[in-house]
């Protein structure tokens, strides 16, 4: 008996899978699963998080719904995986914002942009928010540099705290002796398998989405999402070595590499979550955690609005319509990162914990 | 879905779809009917795992090489030289050619990850299982442009003086029909779901069978050609047969419904008595003959014993195994007679002789005294809990089928070739499998026959 209705199922299923074992060349979760014979909260929702929901393994199945024995794998790990971000949340008394995220994330983020877009109107006159500002300094007509500097680090430091509780929690949870450190090895292989998406291709011909034909769709979405994601990061980070290293203040002219990372970075998180969204819409209702739905668009929405506010505050930067752009851009990215330990973003986190896992057992199992 | 065919092929499992890719390939106009509804389409391909092919060196996947002529002494020992040799020396050869011809089609393989199976060397591993590349039959297919109905079940074939005309379908939506086509592929699995005709030659004992997959193979076309002068071949009551756990459902139970335990337990029928030698060979290899050990025994149940300290030398099982503290209390607990059991099991622990146990090896583990014996991997059923799993027979194919030869082409009962007509898969498996089995063979006689038939059948119907 296990802590919830989804891990017994979840157990159930991995019983199953474990006297086949069909599906052990498809990824990680199944020769994972063969290193043991009985499974806990934690060897659960450390499978769970192992799996990247490809759906191979619900094509390839003889006994998927329809059948009685109705094995639907990619269902019950994405539901399994969804509660386990409530599960190891920090802290947990905020635990119960997965169950209701999308309307949260929204709420959070329409508060954030409208505060923003009022904190300037109310320290600045009109023709400041609404004027046209060019040059270095210009954004910090609006808001003084120290003040975001000192309002987003404390959001993303609070992130950071949040998440490496959490992650804490699991790591201990998913089987690793009190204590056990991750070895270089194992990270790197985790980095390698997370960053080409290594589970994401069923076997090898791609993931399954609206029908049994393979594509390579969701992956090529979720990389341009991701390195899109990476990007962005990267040029605020350049960003902020300019400001305090060189006294260069933004905006940067185009060819500037902050504005190039922001550029590129922002097409992605433009284009990868379009294309995320509408696979999602048209994937097989079999595979989706339906009530999950809201917090995994609302993510999606959350990094389009980051990358089209910034990519829209770039193109008319020189206009009056700047202020109320860069209000709604430092909106949107102040809420992405509030919002980011209990939300989707934590996926790629507690999926790379779990990478860096599998990668320590498969080498202590090939030492052994 | 135009009325007239170069081939019709019948099925829709690996020989099936093997035929109608070749056809295609060989520039025919082919349409496969499917009797089962989408998702349950390809029969008990569906169930299967791997491929066995004779080939000269180690590749990838296969950690070694399998010639043709050691493919053959296995064929020869399992059927105890109850095969059509000249067919099956064809096929072995021709099953060379398959493991790339396979791979061309869309299929995957996997490297052997270990596992419990020992047949990395002659098998190879479908990756994802007999549904993903199914799948990739699938796709390839209509890809080539063949038509594929579901939920088509062929009825009645028109069939005179030995050649082929038509065949009538009756479907669920679209109603009767009738279908022409110049030749015709049957790949339509055998008989081993229809539990009537099984009755004929195991008498009521065949209500005990469980059918390890699809229901839908009653053989409903294997009985229309034989009805319509095909010549039969093959025992009717060969098949291949497994002991399966007794709470597996009737029909489609699959893979994970097998036991894989009995060397390192006992087995005994309803009294309580032991029947078979458990330790005769490595299991792989002795794993086909407990389907009809227990299928002889009464009520057809047998329950495999064993005692804690093994549990986990063998792959974890879908049904948990039955407990109790006491060798009498599992006996309560299976309705066996505890006084019964107590003295097999006593018996049998008085006759373990010291050895050192070994269970990857004939080791020298044997009992001493008692009859049965256990030659290999004996020992001692002492430590509680004791454990049980409860075993039926479960059929996974039958072998009476349509006589054919090298073309895959089926003879008629005077001996003749038929004009336009072809077989290929479990419905002509008997020509191979006189008796016995190999793990693989189920899809090496489908593979090879399915692209000879195909291939002929489309030669047939450009001439
Ligand atoms: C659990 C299990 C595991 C197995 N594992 C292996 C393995 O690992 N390797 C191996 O080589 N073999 C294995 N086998 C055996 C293997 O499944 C068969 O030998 C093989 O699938 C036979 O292929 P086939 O195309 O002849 O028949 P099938 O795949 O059974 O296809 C027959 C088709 O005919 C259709 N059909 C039947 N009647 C009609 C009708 N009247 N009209 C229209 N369509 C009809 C059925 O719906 C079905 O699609 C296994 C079998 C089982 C049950
Ligand atoms: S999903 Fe099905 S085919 Fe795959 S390992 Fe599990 S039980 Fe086997
Ligand atoms: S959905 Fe894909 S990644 Fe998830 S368990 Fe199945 S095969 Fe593995």
Redesign the interface.
């Known amino acids: 008996m296990h802590g919830t209705r989804i891990l017994d199922e979840a157990d159930r299923l991995m ?2 899978c ?9 990824c990680a979760v199944f ?1 994972a699963m063969e290193m043991r ?1 009985a499974f806990s909260d934690g060897d659960l929702n450390y499978l769970a998080n192992l799996c990247h929901s490809c759906g ?2 619900y ?6 719904p ?4 109705n094995v639907n794998v990619p269902k019950t790990l994405a539901v399994a995986r969804a509660e386990s971000y409530a599960a190891y949340a920090w802290p947990q008394a905020l635990s119960g914002a997965f169950a209701r995220n999308g309307l949260i994330i929204s709420v959070i983020a329409a508060l954030s942009m409208a505060a923003f877009i009022l904190g300037f109107a109310a320290l600045n006159d009109h023709s400041v928010l609404f004027g046209v500002h060019t040059g270095p300094g210009a954004f910090y007509k609006l808001m003084p540099h120290n003040a975001m500097a000192a309002l987003f680090s404390a959001a993303f430091l609070y992130a950071i705290l949040a998440l490496v509780m959490s992650v804490r929690a699991f790591w201990r949870d998913i089987g690793t002796p009190i204590g056990g450190r991750a070895d270089g090895g194992s990270i790197f292989q985790a980095v390698r398998d997370a960053g080409e998406l290594r589970y994401l291709h ?4 791609g993931c399954y989405n609206e029908d ?2 393979p594509t390579d769709r969701r992956k090529l979405f979720h990389h341009l999402t991701f390195y899109g994601f990476l990007l962005c990061f990267a040029a605020t980070s350049v960003a902020t070595l300019y400001h305090y290293l060189w006294s260069r203040e933004a905006p940067y002219p185009w060819w500037d590499l902050p504005v190039v990372l922001g550029t590129l970075g922002g097409i992605g998180l433009i284009v990868g979550p379009i294309g995320l969204f509408a696979a999602k819409m048209r994937r097989d209702p079999a595979l989706l955690d339906e009530q999950r739905y809201g917090m995994d668009v609302g993510f999606i929405a959350m990094l389009f609005l980051t990358g089209f506010t910034g990519m829209a505050l770039l193109v008319l930067r020189e206009t009056a319509a700047m202020g109320p752009l860069l209000a709604l851009h430092l909106g949107a990215v102040f809420a992405l990162f509030i919002t980011m330990p209990y939300g989707k973003f934590v996926h790629g986190i507690y999926r790379f914990v779990a990478l860096v896992r599998y990668a320590q057992e498969r080498r202590s199992e090939a030492g052994s | 879905m135009s009325s007239k065919y170069d081939v019709l092929v019948i099925g829709g499992g690996n020989a099936a779809l093997c035929a109608a890719i070749s056809a295609r390939r060989g520039g025919a106009s082919v349409l496969v009917l499917e009797g089962a509804p989408k ?1 349950y389409r390809g029969g008990n391909t ?2 299967t ?1 791997n491929l066995r092919c004779a080939h000269d060196a180690a590749t990838e996947i296969l950690t070694g090489p399998y010639t043709e002529e050691e493919f053959w002494q296995d064929l020869l020992l399992v059927t105890g030289g109850q095969t059509d040799e000249v067919l099956a020396r064809h096929m072995i050869r021709e099953s060379k050619d398959i493991l790339n011809w396979i791979v061309e089609q869309g299929v ?1 393989w ?2 052997s ?1 270990g ?1 419990t199976l020992s047949l990395g060397r002659t098998n190879s ?8 590349m199914l ?1 990739a039959l699938y ?1 390839t297919a209509e890809r080539l442009g063949v038509d594929v109905e579901y939920d088509a079940e062929v009825t009645d074939l028109v069939i005179e003086d030995g050649m082929f005309l038509a065949a009538r379908l009756k479907r669920p939506i679209k109603g009767e029909s009738e279908i022409r086509a110049t030749s015709l592929v049957a790949a339509a699995g055998g008989f081993e779901a229809n539990i009537e005709w099984l009755k004929q030659y195991w008498g009521d004992a065949a209500d005990n069978f469980l059918i390890r997959g699809t229901p839908y193979n009653r053989g409903s076309i294997l009985k229309m050609l034989l009805d319509k002068g095909v010549q039969e071949v093959g025992d009717p009551t060969q098949c291949h047969a497994v002991a399966i756990d007794a709470r597996a ?1 009737k029909f ?1 139970g ?3 419904t097998r036991h894989d335990s009995v060397v390192f337990g006992i087995v005994v029928n309803k009294h309580a008595q032991r029947f078979y030698d458990e330790g005769e060979d490595i299991w792989p290899k002795r794993y086909a003959i407990w389907g009809r050990l227990v299928a002889a025994q009464p009520d057809q149940i047998a329950y495999i014993i064993f005692d804690s300290t093994v549990v ?1 030398s063998f ?4 049904f948990p195994p039955i407990a109790g503290q006491t060798v009498a209390e599992l006996a309560d607990k299976l309705e066996l007679d505890p006084a019964a059991l107590e003295k097999t099991v006593t018996e049998f622990n008085a006759a373990v002789r010291p050895g050192t146990f070994d269970h990857t090896i004939l080791d020298d583990s044997v009992t001493e005294g008692i009859t049965p014996p256990k030659t290999h991997w004996a020992r001692k059923i002492e430590t509680p809990p004791y454990l049980a799993y409860p075993v039926r027979p479960g059929i996974t194919f039958t072998y009476l089928g349509t006589r054919v030869n090298k073309e895959a082409r089926m003879l008629m009962a005077d001996g003749k070739p038929s004009a336009n007509m072809f077989a290929a898969g479990e419905i002509m498996a008997g020509n191979v499998l006189g008796k016995g089995y190999a793990a693989g063979m189920g899809m090496t006689i489908g593979s090879v026959f399915g692209r000879i038939a195909g291939r002929e059948a489309a030669k047939h119907a450009r001439n």
Do not use: W
Not at chain 1, 59 to 64: G, L, N
Not at chain 1, 202 to 205: D, I, K
Not at chain 2, 125 to 132: E, K, Q
Not at chain 2, 315 to 318: A, E, F, K
């Open positions: 019983t199953v474990n006297s086949c074992r069909y599906c052990e060349g498809l020769p014979r191979a393994c094509v390839d199945y003889q006994f998927s329809p059948h009685e024995f069923g076997g090898g011909v049994d034909k | 998702f569906r169930h795992r995957r996997q490297p990850l596992g591993f479908f990756l994802g299982g007999g549904r993903a799948n796709l459902p489609d699959g893979i994970i986990t792959m974890p099982t879908l």
